[in-house]
């Protein structure tokens, strides 16, 4: 089974993210994509440890009715931070009969020779690109194992869904279906 892994922190995830998700599953060659909730991105701050369990609820609860995109936490079982090639290797040792393939933005793509072991990550697996604004590709300039997805360009923004939450906006249409309410019942986001 082909996988893609998306990894992210999702506080909170967004239409944004399952619209990709959902097109690398329909159009872009993969038979699931995961969603990997990262407790630390090391290129990134550390998101509070309560906040854990919340991202993985609000994750698992968009990815309920969605065919073929799944929710992974394979992640808060590895060593902190989380480096992208751990977790491919645990994948991997965990599902040696799946195939999986890094799905990454293209502002990641720009920065990936930053990232820990990234010619292992290249080498050992493949990479998937999609676009983001302001962060051009040309997919045919790109390594043998790396590709590029023609996804829809959606300019979401988890900063910008937490900060309409705490300016007190409805975001029901930016958020998957009950991660809005999620969001309300356990007053997340509110400015302190």
């Given amino acids: ?42 290129l990134r ?13 609000m994750v698992q609860t ?17 060593p902190q931070p989380s480096y ?5 290797e645990a994948l991997r040792r965990q599902y040696p009969e799946h195939e999986f393939t890094l799905i990454i933005g293209a502002d990641n793509w720009k920065i990936f020779d930053s990232w820990y072991e990234w010619q292992r990550i290249i080498d050992e697996y493949r990479v998937c690109i999609y676009p983001r604004a302001g962060y051009e590709i040309e997919p045919d300039t790109l390594p043998e ?21 705490a300016a ?5 249409a930016f958020l998957p279906h009950g991660v809005y309410s999620y969001i309300v019942k356990n007053n997340l986001y509110k400015q302190k």
């Fill in 1 to 42: 089974m082909k996988v893609g892994l998306f990894s992210g922190s999702f506080n909170p995830i967004h239409m944004g993210h399952l619209i990709l998700a959902s097109y690398c599953v329909e159009y872009g060659g993969f038979d699931e994509v995961w969603l990997s909730v990262s407790p630390h991105n090391p």
């Fill in 45 to 57: 701050e550390r998101v509070a440890a309560d906040d854990d369990a919340h991202r993985c609820a």
């Fill in 62 to 78: 968009a990815v309920s009715e969605i065919p073929r995109v799944k929710y992974c936490d394979i992640e808060f079982s590895l």
């Fill in 84 to 88: 992208t090639i751990a977790t491919l």
């Fill in 145 to 165: 194992r790396v590709s590029y997805v023609p996804a829809p360009l959606v300019e979401l923004s988890s900063t910008w869904v937490r900060e309409g939450v």
């Fill in 168 to 172: 007190g906006k409805d975001m029901t």
